[in-house]
């Protein structure tokens, strides 16, 4: 999947991704991802998405694994103070 996305400064950039999952977070929905453009796994709010266009490739069989280390990293994070 390919989505464009503002981020919080207003910079409009498209990133290559495989969804993982969508989630509440504070006060905002997130799609939960990897993003192929940083290599990492990245929460991208879903207000700030303009658009998203499906690639039609699949990464399934990785899929359960990739969300299950994305979210002992969530877990692991200690923003700072």
Avoid at 16 to 44: G, N
Avoid at 49 to 78: C, D, N, W
Wanted: glycine fraction near 4%; proline fraction near 5%.
């Amino acid at each position: 999947m390919t989505l464009e996305y503002c981020d919080a400064n207003g910079v409009v950039s498209a990133r290559d991704i495989w969804p993982l999952s969508i989630v509440f977070m504070d006060e905002y929905l997130m799609l939960l991802a990897h993003c192929k453009l940083r290599d990492d796994y990245r929460a991208f709010r879903v207000d700030r998405i303009g658009a998203f266009h499906l690639t039609g490739k699949s990464f399934q069989p990785h899929r359960v694994a990739m969300l299950r280390v994305f979210l002992e990293q969530l877990k692991a994070y200690s923003p700072p103070e």
